[in-house]
């Protein structure tokens, strides 16, 4: 379900009509620097939370870090507690030489993942198509990656989707089928093992901005094939 406008009333009701109309996943491309009526879309995203809807929302094109800039909205409520069903996306690259794209929003605890963003083919007004970059882009991505995740897995909870999208703990792919349910995919220490993306894994790269920054130079190689 895509949420896009602007105003923290218009956002906040927008949150509750998808939440309330049975969206599993909410996809928001829109962010701003400020939020006069930020309460009442932390309710909405508390709402949101409570009926298990995963919240993916786009960093932003400011190239900044939110960490220390924030970009509204986002995860962390007014309480100093985090919405544990918010995905928080950049913007990443084609280019091998600069995987992050220079536009995005960044930080280490402001966004969770990366996702492709530069370039994308997409639709535009009165029937057209063209090149499009931005987080926007990227988060549609991530959101669709989810999709995928929850038709082949719907007893997933959303706080486990997050998981499991910024989990790069897996090495092989397997046929889904071949799990009964989520439980049997639990491998030493109750460790969900990344094996249950046989179609996403193969398509997108989702980088997690640790992970990222831990295992660039293994990135870089995984995208040169």
Known sequence: ???TIGR???VANAIRYAADNGA???NMS???SWSPQKNAVDEAVRYAESKNVLLVHAAGNDGKNIDEQPNFPKDQFDDGTYCSTWLEVGASNYDTDN???DFSNFGKKGVDLFAPGVDIYSSIPNNGYKLNSGTSMASPVASGCAAML???YPQL??????EIMQDRNYNTLPN???YNNIFELRKEKNKYLLEIMPIIAQNYVLLSYDSFIRNQENYLKILQH
């Open 30 to 32: 829109f962010g701003k």
């Open 157 to 162: 909870s959303a706080k486990e989707v997050k």
């Open 1 to 3: 379900f895509p949420v």
């Open 99 to 101: 995987i992050a794209a």
């Open 24 to 26: 599993r996943i909410i």
């Open 8 to 10: 923290d009333k218009d």
């Open 150 to 152: 929850l038709a082949y």
């Open 176 to 178: 889904p089928r071949r």
